[in-house]
């Protein structure tokens, strides 16, 4: 099936989702959750999303999962994937009991996609030590694309993992699936690269940007993905294609912050200081700038580019107003 077809069969069953200049949302792909193993790519980066993650919970953000939280295909036992990254589980089941927490499904955790799946297995946990069940996600339900609605414009913005369309990991995952769950996943550890991945494939990462930029031209819409691991915020004059980046790059982690009105593209890495003491910092990469601005492409694309000097200031100006708020 085509990239437009399949997107916009996606796009006419988007769970909606109301917002407004008062919410808070962080959106998190490919976070790939693993089981601790060699091949668990997530291992080197779970202090860093933890960190985030208490940060966005601590400032009440919602959590959106935009698909691939955990790595399904390689290590298809949930509760190998829970065991191993227990103190990430508690936070996530923090925003799930306060009701922030949005979970999408992507390629490599398709088998969330099925309620029975999500019923037997992220409901709830078997504590070995306790010998008791406890709640893990009671009554979470897991959506294939969000469309968020402003509640005052009316400006959407459609959010899907971005495998739609891509046909080896989409209508044919079941394939990928047996490569990498008998096949790749051993030659993963010496350094074997997975060719059907787009995160992996330069020419077929550009082929999946292009085929869903072409369909956020016909849309006209502002779309959030992740899918591709590259981390994307459109420059003045592009259509508004986001992508969140991933979890499990070397440097650290990335996503997207919506907040106030604004969005941002947002890194979290390791540093260290002199004295040898390691550190977690957030770094802003691209941003602020009002959602309002990516509702229309024929609009961003007659956007000059903004001076240098003029963006700073505003970034400034955007901080103080938050910190402002926090100290009324």
Same mark, same amino acid.
């Given at each position: 099936m085509k990239t437009r077809k399949r997107l916009d069969e996606v796009?006419?069953?988007?769970?909606?989702?109301?917002?407004?200049?008062?919410?808070?949302?962080?959106?998190?792909?490919?976070?790939?959750?693993?089981?601790?193993?060699?091949?668990?790519?997530?291992? *080197?980066?779970? #202090? &860093?999303?933890?960190?985030?993650l208490n940060y966005y919970y601590q400032n009440d953000f919602t959590y959106v999962e935009v698909g691939d939280g955990d790595e399904l295909w390689e290590h298809p036992n949930y509760e190998h994937i829970r065991s191993a990254h227990v103190s990430v589980f508690e936070l996530l089941k923090a925003f799930h009991r306060t009701g922030r927490l949005v979970m999408l499904f992507g390629n490599h955790n398709m088998q969330i996609r099925d309620p029975n799946y999500v019923r037997a297995h992220l409901y709830h946990i078997y504590d070995e030590y306790l010998d008791v069940k406890e709640d893990l996600f009671p009554d979470l339900k897991v959506h294939e694309a969000l469309l968020l609605k402003h509640k005052k414009t009316g400006q959407e913005i459609f959010v899907v993992h971005g495998h739609q369309g891509d046909l080896i990991n989409d209508q044919l995952w079941r394939i990928s699936y047996i490569l990498i769950r008998y096949?790749? *996943?051993?030659? #993963? &550890?010496i350094g074997v690269k997975y060719a059907a991945s787009p995160a992996r494939n330069r020419t077929k990462r550009h082929k999946i940007e292009k085929n869903y930029n072409k369909w956020n031209e016909q849309r006209d819409i502002m779309i959030i993905c992740g899918h591709t691991h590259r981390p994307k915020f459109p420059a003045a004059g592009e259509t508004s294609y986001f992508n969140t980046g991933c979890c499990i790059h070397p440097r650290g982690v990335t996503c997207l912050e919506m907040m106030y009105g604004k969005i941002m593209l947002v890194s979290w890495n390791m540093h260290s200081r002199k004295d040898g003491t390691v550190y977690i910092k957030r770094t802003l990469i691209k941003g602020p700038e009002p959602i309002a601005d990516f509702k229309s492409n024929e609009a961003r694309k007659n956007m000059g580019s903004t001076n240098a000097k003029e963006k700073i200031k505003y970034g400034f100006k955007f901080y103080l107003s938050i910190f402002d708020r926090k100290t009324k």
């Open positions: 796009f006419n069953k988007a769970y909606p989702v109301p917002f407004d200049d008062t919410s808070k949302f962080v959106f998190f792909g490919d976070v790939h959750r693993g089981d601790d193993s060699l091949s668990d790519e997530f291992g *080197r980066n779970r #202090h &860093i999303y933890y960190h985030a096949v790749w *996943r051993f030659l #993963h &550890i």
